[in-house]
């Protein structure tokens, strides 16, 4: 059946490492009924019957229409895989000493992925931007000096949400699970490495738990899709002058 974000909890605490070698076989979310999915929507374009359960019940919780849901999803991840994982070196590059960002920068220059000499994947992209192997081995490499900070960077899932507050807070979902859950305080950096493991251990999941968050702390995006502001939603999740 579906797990809980106690069962998330329970699944970090057992498997706290950091590496990133994700299991293709997720199966974890369980949506409505096949009587519901062909009541509610049944759709040529997702020909994928637990994928087609796993919008309908995010459309439900966030309140977005599901084609939108699915275009947001098409677009952030390929093949619509909720591992999907990309690093942003300056999203929360404030909240880093000078110290651990000079580190960081002599690292990642020692293996190749300094911003301003690296080789770009993607036309337009940002020097601090980084995807594929190159994400993960930026991640550990932040992850060393400031396991949080290094979280709060991630673009995480198939709907690709920031782990920095404002967005999906990955942080503070992990520290509320653990509150709720075991009654437990815990600090930014424990739950940084709560938020990878979960990750790891139930991709699929968090990709939807980190949907609903953002949807739920972004009052903005809220009123545009209620107002069926397509543009304005668009520049709301992926920035101002947004063309899809």
């Not at 509150?179 to 990709?207: C, H, N, W």
Request: hydrophobic share 35%; aromatic share 10%; net charge negative.
């Amino acid at each position: 059946g579906t797990l809980l974000g106690a069962d998330i909890l329970r699944l970090a605490i057992k498997n706290r490492d950091v590496t990133f070698d994700f299991d293709p076989e997720f199966k974890a979310f369980q949506g409505p009924s096949r009587e519901d999915v062909e009541a509610q929507f049944y759709s040529k374009a997702v020909s994928d019957e637990q994928q087609q359960r796993r919008l309908l019940e995010n459309s439900r919780r966030t309140e977005v229409p599901v084609e939108i849901l699915y275009g947001i999803s098409k677009r952030e991840a390929q093949n619509h895989q909720p591992t999907s994982f990309a690093y942003n070196l300056h999203a929360d590059q404030e909240n880093r000493t000078a110290e651990q960002n000079e580190k960081i920068l002599a690292v990642l220059r020692e293996i190749g992925l300094d911003p301003e000499t690296k080789k770009r994947t993607k036309e337009n992209e940002r020097p601090t931007s980084y995807y594929g192997d190159d994400a993960r081995k930026a991640f550990a490499v932040v992850f060393s000096e400031s396991p949080a900070s290094a979280v709060r960077g991630g673009a995480w899932g198939q709907f690709q949400i920031l782990g920095q507050k404002g967005s999906g807070d990955f942080i503070g979902m992990m520290q509320e699970i653990a509150k709720q859950d075991r009654g437990e305080d815990i600090t930014e950096d424990e739950a940084a490495a709560f938020a990878v493991s979960a990750f790891k251990a139930q991709p699929t999941l968090v990709s939807d738990m980190l949907l609903s968050r953002w949807f739920g702390n972004n009052e903005t995006a809220r009123e545009a899709d209620k107002n069926q502001d397509i543009q304005a939603l668009a520049e709301n999740y992926y920035g101002v002058g947004a063309s899809e």
